[in-house]
């Protein structure tokens, strides 16, 4: 079955310190597709990144970098030198091999960042 | 202009009440979503229509019912509101089965009293 842990319930890190948030996923399918989004305290949800299947490559944007490896089944996140403004709840997606559309979400795990 | 928008952004209303909400989105997208996120945060998918096709239809009680007149708008009507449907619903929409991503409205918070 389809399935998507981020074990992380809540993480509280201090200004500057860097901050990995874990994501392991389950899929029978070959061919899927991973996200990460952000859910801030005003509550909207921000993607930020997608990554297919057949695209190990880690990729690093400003601040934000994503680790994948299939060989562990994890996509994971990490926030270098957190400021608050990266205090929110992030959740981690798989896409439904089904082809149906939807997502498969994570938990969430809730990040602090206290000043 | 906002990409998808729901409305309202907030519902307070009383047990056995019929109720609606409406999501608009401008993106040009051919899919479009209901999500509901629960008091613990966890978002779980209630229905997709995919150019006014209903594709996606989990297992939800029918006394929500959704309608989409067009591409650009997907509504969510619920009847006979229970406590239990108190939780923020977020609307989305994506272009190729969402392998691109979804864009989210800002949610509308009901609260069932």
């Known amino acids: 079955a389809q399935k998507v842990t981020q074990a992380q319930t809540e993480i509280s890190v201090v200004e500057k310190e860097d901050v990995t948030l874990d994501c392991v996923y389950e899929t029978r399918d070959t061919t899927y597709y991973l996200f990460w989004y952000k859910q801030p305290p005003s509550g909207e949800l921000v993607f930020l990144i997608r990554r297919n299947s057949f695209d190990e490559q880690n990729e690093i944007s400003g601040r934000y970098s994503w680790n994948f490896q299939k060989s562990t089944s994890s996509f994971n996140f990490t926030i270098t030198a957190s400021q608050v403004v990266d205090s929110a709840v992030y959740f981690c997606?798989?896409?439904?091999?089904?082809?149906?559309?939807?997502?498969?979400f994570g938990t969430g795990t809730r990040l602090k960042v206290l000043a | 202009d906002t990409a998808v928008s729901q409305t309202p952004k907030y519902l307070v209303t009383q047990m056995g009440n019929d109720k609606s909400i409406k999501c608009e989105q401008n993106l040009g997208h051919d899919t479009m979503y209901w999500y509901k996120q629960d008091s613990k945060k966890f978002l779980k998918i209630m229905f997709s229509y995919n150019n006014k096709e209903l594709i996606i239809n989990e297992t939800v009680p029918n006394r929500f019912s959704p309608k989409s007149p067009d591409k650009a708008h997907l509504n969510l009507h619920i009847n006979s509101l229970e406590l239990g449907d108190s939780a923020v619903y977020f609307c989305?929409?994506?272009?190729?089965?969402?392998?691109?991503?979804?864009?989210f409205g800002s949610g509308t918070r009901l609260t069932v009293v």
């Open positions: 997606a798989l896409s439904d091999p089904s082809g149906t559309y939807k997502y498969i």
């Open positions: 989305a929409s994506s272009q190729e089965q969402g392998f691109y991503g979804y864009t």
